[in-house]
T-cell receptor
Framework: AQSVAQPEDQVNVAEGNPLTVKCTYS??????LFWYVQYPNRGLQFLLK??????LVKGSYGFEAEFNKSQTSFHLKKPSALVSDSALYFCAFGSGGYQKVTFGTGTKLQVIP | DTEVTQTPKHLVMGMTNKKSLKCEQH?????MYWYKQKAKKPPELMFV???????INESVPSRFSPECPNSSLLNLHLHALQPEDSALYLCASSYPGQREKLFFGSGTQLSVL
């Protein structure tokens, strides 16, 4: 079965430090991978996607993600964390002719002032 | 207008009640989705409508009945729910050519007593 895995339930980082939220995938063929963020009491917001092409994908709010085929990873990164980045982050993949987006278990990011 | 609007925001219902959740978007999206999210869990896909036709039903129990009366509206009719159906119900929409980029509403928090 296809899936994405987020090995960390929570990541803590100091404000101003670089952050990484990890995601590994088990998806057949060419993977369609995405990152979403969910702020408290809100729906999810799309951050970025990898379909094909450059392995470094840039997205919203200064986030980027690196696709690594050999390590089957798609880690989310930001050079300098803000307190306002504190939220729940979901890695996801697309399937079913693109109609279906399936989410990982989520990682809570806490940025400490 | 880049919003997906869901009503009501909160709903409490008994197991014998009939209620409906509503979702509206005016972005010209032709794909609309219902997701269910339990606390501290990822959203799980329930239904997908494409051009007002049901294209995916993820084996959802019949006590949940979706309806897409037009391209801007999506309803979820609820009947004889169980307490375990209590969850956050999220509506989303997307452009036909960008199905990975879902626009989510803030959800309806449903409690079944």
């Amino acid at each position: 079965a296809q899936s994405v895995a987020q090995p960390e339930d929570q990541v803590n980082v100091a404000e101003g430090n670089p952050l990484t939220v990890k995601c590994t995938y088990s998806v057949s063929g060419n993977p369609y991978l995405f990152w979403y963020v969910q702020y408290p009491n809100r729906g999810l917001q799309f951050l970025l996607k990898y379909i094909t092409g450059d392995n470094l994908v840039k997205g919203s709010y200064g986030f980027e993600a690196e696709f690594n085929k050999s390590q089957t990873s798609f880690h989310l990164k930001k050079p300098s964390a803000l307190v306002s980045d504190s939220a729940l982050y979901f890695c996801a993949f697309g399937s079913g002719g693109y109609q279906k987006v399936t989410f990982g278990t989520g990682t809570k990011l806490q940025v400490i002032p | 207008d880049t919003e997906v609007t869901q009503t009501p925001k909160h709903l409490v219902m008994g197991m014998t009640n009939k209620k409906s959740l509503k979702c509206e978007q005016h972005m010209g999206h032709r794909a609309m989705y219902w997701y269910k999210q339990k606390a501290k869990k990822p959203p799980e896909l329930m239904f997908v409508y494409s051009y007002e036709k049901l294209s995916i039903n993820e084996s959802v129990p019949s006590r949940f009945s979706p309806e897409c009366p037009n391209s801007s509206l999506l309803n979820l009719h609820l009947h004889a729910l169980q307490p375990e159906d209590s969850a956050l119900y999220l509506c989303a929409s997307s452009y036909p050519g960008q199905r990975e980029k879902l626009f989510f509403g803030s959800g309806t928090q449903l409690s079944v007593l």
